[in-house]
DNA sequence: ACCTGAACACCGTTCAAGT
DNA sequence: ACCTGAACACCGTTCAAGT
C-alpha cells in the first residue's frame, strides 16, 4: 500500500535515486519494484520496459539542465556558459552521466539543448552548416569530458595516489608516462573542462573572423 | 572437442566476434562457451570472470592500432597522424568501440598511445603539465566523436531519412532543429572529426606560439 | 484501469566432481 | 591442469488471473 499511487514519474525518481546510491549495474526491475514496495509487474502498467525507463532517466535528467542565458553577452561567454550548464550533469547526477549520453532521445528534453545552441551559433554569424559542425564538436567534446569526470573513460588515474598502475609503470619503456605519473593521477575535472573548452571557443572564434 | 585448445586468446576472439556480429548486449559467458562449443565453466579456467574478458576484448582492439609516426614530420601533422589511428578503431570493430573506452584499463596496451602523444607534445615545445591536459583534450574529443560516431551518442539522426524525430518537431518550438534537420540529419563522420581536430590543433598550435 | 504471482528463458558464478 | 554439470541467486518479460 503505498502512501502514492505508482507512476511513471515516481518509477523514473526511483531509478535515478538507486543508480545515485548504486549505480547503473544495480539497475533491474526487480529492484525498483522492491524499492517502491510493489510487485515486479506493476511497473508494467506504467513504463513498458526497462530501455524505455533509462529513457526517462535521462529526459528527467536532462531536463533538470538549468540554462540562464543572457541574450546580450558575447557570443563565446553564452556558448561557454551552455556547455558549463550541460556539465552540471556530471555534479548533480554522476552516476547517472552515463545513462544520460548512452541514450539515443527524441523528446524534446534532448532537443531543447540543442535549440539553444545553434540559436547562439547562427546569431554570432555562423551560418546553418558550421553551426552543426561546431555543434558536433562541442558535444563530442562534452561528452567525452564527462565520461572521464564520470570515471567511465580512463583517467590513467584509476583508483589511489598509492600503488597505482600509472606509477608502477617502467620508466624505460614509458618514460614520459612515468616522468609526468604526478600530473597525469590528478586532475581538476572543473579546470580541465573550462581549458578545452577555452580551446574550442577561441578556435571557432577565429574561424568566424576568416 | 576443440580443434584447438581452448585459450584466453581464443575465447577474447570469441567476444570481439560476438560483440561484432550482434552487439555487446549479445555477450555472455554462457554464448562465448556455445560458440566456442565448451561448457560454460571452461572458460572460467582461462579468465576469472565476464568484466576480465570485456578487459581483454579492449586490450585486444587496442593493441591492433597500427600507428605509423613519422619522426620527421610536423609535430601538427604527428598529433592529427596519432588521432586518425585512434578513430581507425570505430571502423575495424564499430560494436567494440563501447567496450573500449568504456573500460578502465592498466594494461601497457593502453599506455601505448598516451606515451606517444605526450612524447609528441612535448617534442613540440609543450612543457609537462600543458602536454598531459593536451592530451586529455583530445582523449575527450576523439572519445566522444567515436562514441557519437558508433551512435552511443546521440546523432539527432536515429535511424533512417524519413519518418525522422528531428524532422517530425514543431518547427515554432524548435526553429532552428527543424530548419537545420537536413543537416542534423546526415552527417560524415571522418570528415566532421577532421574538423574538430583540425580547431583543436589549431588552438594548441597558437598556445605554443605565446 | 491497475495490480499481481507463476512461469519461461535467460544471466554470472561457486562448488564439487571428474579426467 | 583442465574440463564440466548441478545448483544458487539473480535477470526481463509474457500471460492469465485477480480487483
Not at 503505498?2 to 547503473?24: C, K, Q, T
Not at 530501455?51 to 532517466?57: F, N, R
Not at 581538476?188 to 577565429?206: K, P, R, T, W
Request: aromatic share 6%.
Amino acid at each position: 500500500m503505498p502512501a502514492e499511487p505508482l507512476s511513471r514519474p515516481r518509477i523514473v525518481a526511483a531509478a535515478i535515486d538507486l543508480i545515485e546510491r548504486e549505480g547503473a549495474d544495480a539497475v533491474s526491475m526487480r529492484r525498483i519494484a522492491a524499492d517502491l514496495g510493489v510487485g515486479v509487474m506493476s511497473l508494467y502498467n506504467h513504463v513498458p520496459n526497462k530501455s524505455a525507463l533509462l529513457d526517462g532517466v535521462a529526459e528527467t535528467v536532462l531536463s533538470q539542465i538549468e540554462f540562464s542565458d543572457d541574450p546580450d553577452a558575447d557570443w563565446t561567454d553564452r556558448v561557454r556558459m551552455q556547455a558549463l550548464a550541460f556539465r552540471q550533469i556530471a555534479h548533480h547526477y554522476p552516476r547517472c552521466t552515463m545513462v544520460v549520453v548512452s541514450r539515443q532521445l527524441q523528446s524534446t528534453a534532448g532537443l531543447l539543448p540543442v535549440e539553444r545552441a545553434l540559436a547562439t551559433l547562427r546569431s554570432a554569424g555562423f551560418g546553418g552548416h558550421e553551426a552543426v559542425r561546431i555543434l558536433r564538436v562541442f558535444i563530442a567534446y562534452i561528452v567525452g569530458s564527462l565520461l572521464r569526470e564520470v570515471g567511465v573513460t580512463p583517467t590513467f588515474a584509476p583508483v589511489h595516489r598509492s600503488d597505482l598502475a600509472v606509477e608502477n609503470v617502467d620508466p624505460l619503456l614509458f618514460p614520459q608516462v612515468s616522468g609526468l605519473a604526478p600530473m597525469l593521477v590528478d586532475c581538476d575535472h572543473e579546470s580541465e573542462f573550462e581549458f578545452g573548452l577555452g580551446l574550442l571557443i577561441q578556435a571557432i572564434a577565429v574561424q568566424l573572423k576568416r
